[in-house]
């Protein structure tokens, strides 16, 4: 008797375990490198996935040292495919894919570097074909959208810079087409720039506090990359602290926000009228929790939390989100006890096909886990929030708003390629100056004219190969070109 009652005593306990760790969440699988000796509470970082074209599903997942390619396409049994040390060495890193590629970067310490990853040998193996600091040298996230990587808070060449955008039509070759610049193409400071979110163009940056207010969510129009146009931003709103990242919702109409601060909720913006945003609701599962990085599909907002694993709630009605699930991935933390501050689930991803969702916990690895609660009924553009393989080119929009400046008749620049000695030909517009700028965006030749000149030669003979733009600046306004010196 004694023992069936001591049988019952530790089975209610172990259920009552359970229920404080998981509601409609079930961990499959927690992977844990080999390489990598356990306990450190700080040892693992980012998360992002890819699924190659024969259907199969990857975590692409950063401890201090490195980054994994794990396959958990057999949920139960994840696999790593392979590791690569590098990109610096500290507890940032972030991770983004376009097409059949990763890219990485890492932030706070020295020895940092752009890494880019070609995917397209897996299962069997992934091949780094970059690995330079000429674009970054220390770097805190990255976002993708269209053709286009965003780099925020980025350094390079001992020069930082709030953000950059590359082009990255040609994956295996990028090269800088603009940003924002502090005080020289966009108004105030944001040097304390930490994240961003980006659709068709238009960016959703985080900004931490800083000395000249510019903190908060500043929406800007980035269709022409060299000119950022500020649309609205949002900084008075409740429980505000350091605004770290957002996302959008399916249907465009809101953005899930996070601010990385102890007792900050979680906001839910209206961005219907981005000259106007207002946060309509806030929700937390404990009013100390901090919220990391935030998305949402189908209507679920899929959130990562220091101390509370991963937290998931319904907001197919902005205005009363509700909680449908969580899962803690360290159960040694939270429930109140939040210090250290920034221990526990850094990042998730939920867009697999395969409904699952992959997490990194700081201390404990990957988890695969799943959500096996209810999904609300709503409706929305996936390519909204997750965008890949598209068909608008940055050159293409580049050049299309420049020519929407003005007309420039007959302009062309001649041989192109050309060994090192290209000529500009200008009919009827006078060119007042032509600057030409090498793809990290530096510039390497400035010549003004200000008469009317037909035939303007250019001599790149001295420069290395590659691609390089040039500038011509009108009375009416400007043009780009792209040129190839063979």
């Not at 146009?229 to 350091?242: E, F």
């Not at 959500?371 to 929009?397: H, I, L, M, R």
């Not at 007042?432 to 001599?459: F, M, P």
């Amino acid at each position: 008797m004694i023992k069936n009652i001591l049988t019952v005593i530790l089975s209610l306990i172990a259920l009552t375990s359970f229920a404080q760790q998981s509601m409609n969440m079930t961990e499959v699988s927690n992977f844990y490198p080999s390489n990598v000796t356990p306990g450190n509470p700080e040892q693992f970082n980012d998360i992002w996935g890819y699924v190659a074209p024969d259907g199969r599903e990857y975590a692409i997942f950063g401890s201090v040292s490195g980054t994994y390619f794990i396959d958990v396409t057999n949920a139960a049994s994840p696999v790593e495919i392979d590791y690569f040390s590098g990109g610096g060495t500290g507890i940032w890193r972030d991770f983004k894919t376009y097409k059949h590629y990763a890219f990485g970067v890492a932030d706070v310490t020295s020895g940092n570097t752009l890494q880019i990853f070609d995917l397209q040998y897996l299962p069997d193996s992934v091949v780094k074909i970059y690995d330079d600091n000429t674009f970054s040298s220390n770097c805190h996230n990255i976002h993708v959208n269209n053709d286009r990587l965003y780099i925020v808070s980025n350094t390079r060449g001992g020069s930082y810079y709030p953000l950059d955008v590359l082009c990255i039509e040609d994956p295996e070759n990028p090269y800088l087409i603009g940003g924002i610049r502090n005080g020289i193409n966009v108004s105030g400071n944001y040097s304390t720039s930490h994240d961003a979110f980006v659709h068709d163009d238009t960016v959703y940056l985080s900004v931490y506090f800083n000395n000249t207010g510019n903190d908060g969510l500043h929406v800007f129009d980035m269709t022409d990359p060299e000119n950022p146009d500020l649309i609205g931003s949002i900084q008075n709103y409740p429980v505000a602290g350091i605004n770290h990242a957002s996302w959008m919702s399916s249907d465009g109409t809101h953005l899930i926000m996070a601010d990385e601060t102890l007792t900050s909720p979680i906001k839910m913006v209206d961005i219907t009228d981005l000259s106007n945003m207002q946060a309509i609701s806030t929700f937390a599962p404990n009013p100390g929790a901090i919220a990391h990085n935030p998305f949402i599909k189908d209507c679920l907002a899929i959130i990562s939390y220091y101390h509370e694993g991963v937290q998931i709630y319904d907001v197919s009605n902005p205005s009363t989100p509700t909680r449908v699930g969580y899962f803690d991935t360290d159960t040694t933390i939270g429930n109140g006890n939040y210090s250290p501050n920034y221990r526990g689930c850094w990042g998730v991803y939920p867009y697999l096909p395969s409904g699952n969702i992959i997490a990194a916990d700081r201390k404990n690895g990957l988890f695969v886990l799943t959500y096996d609660g209810a999904y609300p009924n709503c409706s929305g553009d996936f390519d909204k929030v997750v965008e890949v393989d598209t068909t608008k080119y940055c050159e293409d929009t580049v050049t299309t708003v420049a020519l929407n400046k003005f007309t420039a008749n007959n302009i062309e620049i001649y041989p192109n390629p050309s060994k090192g000695i290209f000529h500009v030909i200008s009919d009827q517009n006078i060119i007042n100056e032509i600057a030409v700028y090498d793809i990290r965006g530096l510039e390497i030749s400035r010549v003004k004219t200000n008469i009317y000149k037909r035939d303007i030669q250019l001599d790149l003979s001295s420069e290395e190969s590659g691609i390089y733009f040039v500038h011509l600046f009108f009375n009416e306004g400007e043009k780009r070109m792209k040129i190839f010196k063979e």
